[in-house]
């Protein structure tokens, strides 16, 4: 308490300085500015797993930058905060985060620019869950450092080093599970022009350890360990008939060891590693200003290992993927697009596969054509439409279709617009299978007397493949809004459900697709609501407050219902650069797969003050 006091002697001193100061020159090399947002006042929390918490309250949310000898040689700039929300408010929230992050360049516009990256945070507010649908809140605490170095001499090949580390920890709110990571990198790139040839390439060494809380994977403890190792060339050069030619290589190394461990004490592990080889090659040319022609090769050694770097890409960790031993793919095609008129073009591709999995060689062919006609018809509509006819080696064929609808249109004080796409038998990186797709969205826009405008709007989205039932993912929104010169009130709704596989960061949604074990699928289904209010009733004052409600269902190795509640309002008044601040949020989080009883709540308050100064 002593602490806090003299806190709040030094920020009412302050609040009675001069804001005005120059910056700071430490003897004769060493320039630097400051610059914070102070904070005080009295702070509590309380809730049904929690002890009730009350007492005097210092906030900083600070700016130290500055240089040495001269801002080419070093330059740092250090953020500071203390007590601070990093999630729902600046000023108050679930949890008062603390930390810092900073950065120094060193050598900048030399031969051997550098940086030096730091970051802390304690005690911070974040999400775990899946991404586009409701996340569950964590609280936890991470850091992470990186380093980056350079080499740039004139005609001599570019060389940077990259080196990165970092690791967090954090607990669901209201349970005892626990969540962690820690990652480390380091890349080196290079780069070199030699004979009107742009020639690149590039080393990446990533290690990534994840701990799973138990509602996800059914077990006490579910840890994945995961390294990779990639390395890659790539050219390109000028052709003829402003052309182009671009060739590059890849080659990843993946290794992987999920380890679970269970209720009566036994273990099990799974270990995964697998090496993938791409090259790619393509080549484009202009022979007239309204026509280009391209071809196009690649070449996959590892179809297993390509489709689990592509759910990696999205986010999720390696799983076992398995298209039998051996699996490559060797596609062949080119094209050509034609600018008809100023608004009308046309497009046709032809592709050709090679491929083997599940211990058969396929092969087969895509040739498709459109149309894109980018003038209003009827001054309401623009279009693209397009046929994909695809063939197979063992005589099958399929048409699909491609077809993308946009409309505006103005009815006296009406503003309407939307837009619709569909997408059949598109094929993916397996031949034999293909997805279907549509989106559509609308939106209302009107103005209405007292000065008030209203917009509502409607988004919706289904994915799945074509030939095979029950892999379809959906995701709807709805929202509206009524906003005039001092007040806004909002509202939204959302839903969503479909497949998903684990990832470093909670769930990553993905179609079920060929080769990826069914034991990795977990199924999700969930709806959100929620709405705000803000008003300024005078000039400098402003009252806001958000409510937001989520509901899910989790379906994998275990089956989990859970609902997610926050309820935050805040009360500001500026007076130049002083801020008279209030607040309160309510929190409630429940995870019926590792919840015997009621919901995690909690609810904190603030009433304070705060000034901008500018130290020096």
């Not at 009566?264 to 697998?274: E, F, H, P, R």
């Not at 074990?517 to 009252?543: E, Q």
Request: with cysteine; aromatic share 12%.
């Amino acid at each position: 308490m002593t602490s806090v006091v003299k806190y709040l002697g030094l920020l009412a001193l302050l609040a009675m300085a001069s804001g005005a100061c120059a910056q700071v020159q430490v003897g004769d090399n060493l320039h630097m500015n400051a610059s914070g947002l102070f904070s005080g006042g009295y702070s509590g929390d309380y809730g049904n797993q929690t002890s009730s918490d009350h007492g005097l309250n210092l906030g900083l949310n600070g700016t130290l930058s500055g240089d040495y000898f001269n801002p080419n040689f070093l330059s740092f700039t250090l953020t500071p905060y203390y007590n601070q929300s990093r999630s729902d408010s600046g000023y108050q929230s679930l949890t008062g985060a603390s930390g810092v992050n900073a950065i120094a360049n060193i050598f900048t516009g030399s031969h051997f620019p550098g940086s030096v990256s730091y970051h802390y945070d304690y005690n911070s507010t974040g999400t775990f869950g899946l991404t586009g649908v409701p996340n569950f809140t964590t609280q936890g605490t991470g850091q992470g450092i990186g380093v980056n170095w350079s080499l740039l001499f004139p005609n001599w090949p570019t060389l940077s080093f990259g080196y990165s580390q970092g690791s967090g920890n954090s607990t669901l709110y209201g349970t005892d599970q626990e969540t962690s990571g820690h990652n480390r990198t380091f890349n080196v790139r290079s780069g070199y022009q030699i004979a009107g040839f742009r020639l690149g390439a590039n080393y990446d060494h990533n290690t990534f350890d994840s701990l799973f809380p138990e509602f996800l994977v059914g077990e006490q403890d579910a840890i994945s360990d995961t390294s990779a190792n990639d390395f890659g060339f790539s050219a390109q050069h000028s052709l003829p008939m402003h052309g182009s030619f671009s060739a590059n290589y890849t080659r990843s190394s993946v290794s992987s060891d999920y380890q679970m461990d269970g209720q009566q004490g036994t273990s099990t592990s799974q270990a995964n590693s697998y090496t993938t080889q791409n090259q790619v090659a393509n080549a484009s040319f202009r022979p007239v200003n309204k026509a280009t022609v391209y071809v196009d090769e690649s070449y996959t050694g590892n179809l297993s290992g390509s489709l689990n770097q592509s759910l990696i890409s999205s986010g999720s960790l390696p799983v076992a993927v398995n298209l039998g031993s051996n699996s490559r793919s060797l596609m062949l095609g080119g094209g050509g697009t034609y600018q008809i008129t100023s608004s009308l073009s046309a497009q046709a591709q032809a592709t050709h596969y090679d491929q083997y999995y599940f211990g058969e060689n396929v092969s087969g062919s895509f040739v498709s054509g459109t149309l894109n006609y980018g003038k209003r018809l009827l001054n309401m509509f623009t279009f693209s439409g397009g046929l994909i006819d695809s063939s197979s080696g063992s005589g099958e064929n399929a048409l699909g279709f491609l077809g993308n609808v946009n409309y505006f249109h103005r009815f006296g004080t009406w503003e309407t617009s939307g837009s619709f796409s569909y997408a059949q038998n598109v094929q993916t990186l397996l031949i034999t299978y293909t997805t279907s797709s549509y989106n559509y969205n609308a939106r209302l826009r009107r103005r209405l007397p007292l000065g008030i405008m209203w917009i509502g709007a409607f988004t919706g989205s289904h994915s799945g493949f074509s030939r095979q039932q029950g892999t379809d993912n959906h995701a709807e929104s709805y929202s509206t809004s009524f906003s005039m010169r001092r007040f806004a009130l909002t509202g939204n709704y959302s839903s969503g459900s479909g497949d998903s596989i684990l990832g470093s960061n909670g769930l990553v949604s993905v179609l079920p697709s060929p080769g990826i074990p069914v034991t990795d699928l977990i199924l999700y289904g969930s709806s959100s609501y929620g709405g705000a209010i803000s008003a300024t009733p005078l000039r400098r004052l402003t009252i806001s407050g958000t409510y937001n409600r989520a509901i899910s269902n989790t379906m994998g190795v275990s089956e989990s219902h859970n609902n997610t509640e926050i309820f935050n309002a805040q009360l500001q008044y500026r007076l130049r650069r002083i801020s008279l601040l209030a607040g309160w949020t309510r929190y409630s989080q429940g995870i019926s797969a590792i919840q015997s009883g009621p919901p995690g709540i909690t609810s904190s308050f603030f009433v304070g003050v705060s000034r901008w100064f500018n130290l020096f």
